[in-house]
């Protein structure tokens, strides 16, 4: 052989068959080798490279491989080397040794891209943001007057270059602009540019992230389409390219050195010979060399295809000579390939002979890919703690909202009798199902939105269950309630009695009020039973069709607030029932709580009252003042806010029970049934609480401008009213004169914050707190018995010109509680506001009196 580089050098102890088989292959490597150093075809498209091209401007662009001269997208495998030179082909050291050329290049390319794509929709940018002079752009008819152009290639945003190369990276290796817009993404590429979260404006802020998105979207987004566009193409060519080599027939061999005609020989299991692998590695240049490996010939075109889909080829083919196919059996086509030679010939001919007799042509047969059955080794858990975290977060993302409440159709026929008698028969198992389907029942709602499941028909159920509620907390014990009892335990003291209580070393197994008896075996605690009950009675309020109903169940409530009560036991607070622990009657109060205010306003007590009505009065006031009168929670708005740890939110608990007490006491029949009932000290005692919670400072007053402030404070100001009208008149002048308490001092320091406010809309807002807070001032600086009907009569006094006096009640004596306040009262008596409200304007006017 004349040529040297084809000569098989010595690969260790190989027969000379082999040494040049070698050599073949050494030789095609030099050769693809070459081709990619000398600028020929190279494998770089296909490992995310891109090849440069020039346009007549001299400038760098992408091989496009469509004629509307856009970007060829790489491989989307291997999309990274584009963005980064560096994981790009090997030979790319090569052909571009400095590393910022090449990025700089690869930017020109981009910019050049983008403009001819936008000046192809009609939308030409302006050359001073990508360089390139376009002769369609028209400054004065552009629709990109509103980009403030930096550098070449970037545009200016909250006083920040952004590149336009680097943000269309960026934002393509996160997916893409419409899955960081689905996703709320674009906060994550801010920090790239060094952008802020904000951007100040004349009449406010503007979201920086919002404005990146809309430039993306406006400017980058067509190019981002087309080239998701190219890759797709580009990823079908290479799979139709693949498809081709795998199904077609081999081609054919190259001719022999002799000038012989070479002949077909069928793929076999046994092994061959080099010779037969390889049937020529010495002729032709290095251009056109032809080598076959395992049966698959590579031509001059087939050496510059990607080196991976080679190998893969390469592999696979050697796969099948070597293995039998697991999922498919043997035919007799098969078979025939197995044997080594065609059917049609009986023996090969030698390698070296000649042959003239031509063999008939026939398709090689294809063996089946085998099945590859995958186990991993470990399977992958994406939960965390047991818990799919992934789950969870979707389902928290898509319903926030809570699910609604299942129809109470859908459950269909309820024997509400047998519910009944198995509650009667207190077995076990009846008394647990029983329970368990009220209280499903209590949930549904009916076809309206006020309507649910009607206890007005099913009487009987619910004396059923109040019986039971009556055995299980007091085993028939007789009520003898202590109207003069005048402790008060806050809902504070018991949760914080309980939380001592269940810190302690081994808590759960000191005997304690409440805790199961042994003695009962499988069955239920009789506090659990107690405290479903009670959630039933709660939930059955909740539905406004029931209210008229149960508001006139008068041993409803009087067994609610009976098991509500609290004792004293060593000096420690316990409830008066033996059935049930601490936390079982903190549970119980609130949720008693809830159904009074769900009921208060259908509530009328009779006058006058009986003995029943006045326990239900007296022990609901105290469950309502336990919530109000702590004297660590009763404080003024803002305290309030810092004790909750910075919660905008009025307290719950607190907010609830003002709202009840003031829809209790609603009516005139039921103040004075409150007024009989309660005793003073703890009218006094809620009184100076309610006075403690309202606002004084000027944070206070911005605080309670907000809605649900602003709500919460009404209702402090009607329940000092109402306290005011329900007190006798000396506890009314007590809680006058009391300078401890400062009663006039902030109610006279709120109605000059409300009525004195230059802002119009301010002043509509806390109109009404305003008038109640004067209405309140009236009521204890006359400290008259509200309930007093009875008038003085006074004889008719006749004179000789035939006049007449009747009596002069509407005469005001005295000085008014706003008397050495003149300037601040005639400053309030001339507003608008005040002059309209006739009302308003004469308890003012009597309330600034001197005599």
Known sequence: MSNSSFDPPAYFNLDPSQAKQMAAINAANQVRTRASIGGGTSSGPFLGGINPTHDPAGHSSFSLPNNQGLPQAPNPGMNASFLDPAMAHSNATVRNPNPSASIKQR????????????ASRNTPLPPALTGIETPTYDPAATQWKIIEPGEVGAFRLAG??????????????????????RDNGW????????????????????SVAQMLAQYYMAILLPFEEVYRNNVQNQQRKAQASRQASLQGLPPTAPPRPDGASPQRVSQTNAPQTPARRLSSASQGSAQNLGAEVNGLVLDSTGLDQDQGIKRKLESEEADNKRARQKTEPLGADSSAATNGVDQSTST????????TMPTPARPRQRPSRRKIEYVPLAREVDTVGGRDMKAIEAETIISPIRRPLRDINDWGTVAVDALTMSIRSQLSTELSYALTTFTLLSTMRGDSPTSGFPIVQCGDLLEEVLDLLEERAFGGVEDSPDLDNHHLPTHRELVNALLEVETQPFASLQPRQGTKDPDLGPRQRPGNIILTIINILRNLSFIPDNGVFLSQQ???????????????KDGKPAATSAALSLGDIIAIRKDTLHTLMHLAGLLHF???PSKATLRIVNRAFHLIASYLVDPVEAVSPLACLQLAGGNLKPPFLADIALETFTRLVQSDINRKVFSRAVPESSIEL?????????????????????????????????TIYCLGFVSSPELKRKMKADRRLGFKGIMLR?????????????KAQFYVSARRSLETMKVLDDCEDSFDTSEATVATLSFGMGYGEVGDNGTEKGTGLLGGHRELTWDLLMLREVHQDPVMFEELDSLSRVE
């Not at 920040?160 to 817009?181: A, H, P």
């Not at 090969?348 to 042959?355: L, R």
């Not at 809620?686 to 007053?701: E, G, Y």
């Open 686 to 718: 809620l009184f100076v609480s309610s006075v403690h919670r309202l606002p004084v400072i000027d944070q206070d007053f911005q605080l309670v401008l907000r809605e649900r402030w602003l709500s919460y404070m009404e209702k402090i100001i009607m």
């Open 606 to 608: 009779s006058d006058p």
């Open 348 to 355: 090969a001919p030698a390698p070296s002979a000649p042959t």
């Open 187 to 206: 906060h994550l590429i801010l920090p790239h540019f060094d952008l802020p979260e904000e951007y100040p404006l004349p009449n406010g802020t503007t």
């Open 750 to 762: 709120m109605i000059q914050k409300f009525l004195l406010n230059s802002n119009h809309d301010v």
């Open 107 to 118: 930017q020109v390319g981009f910019l050049n891209g983008l403009a001819r794509i936008m």
């Open 554 to 568: 008068e041993r409803l409530f009087d067994l609610m607030l009976r098991v509500c009560s609290v004792t004293t």
């Open 160 to 181: 920040r270059d952004v590149d336009l190369f680097k943000l269309w990276g960026l934002v393509f290796q996160n997916g893409g602009g419409t899955v960081l817009s």
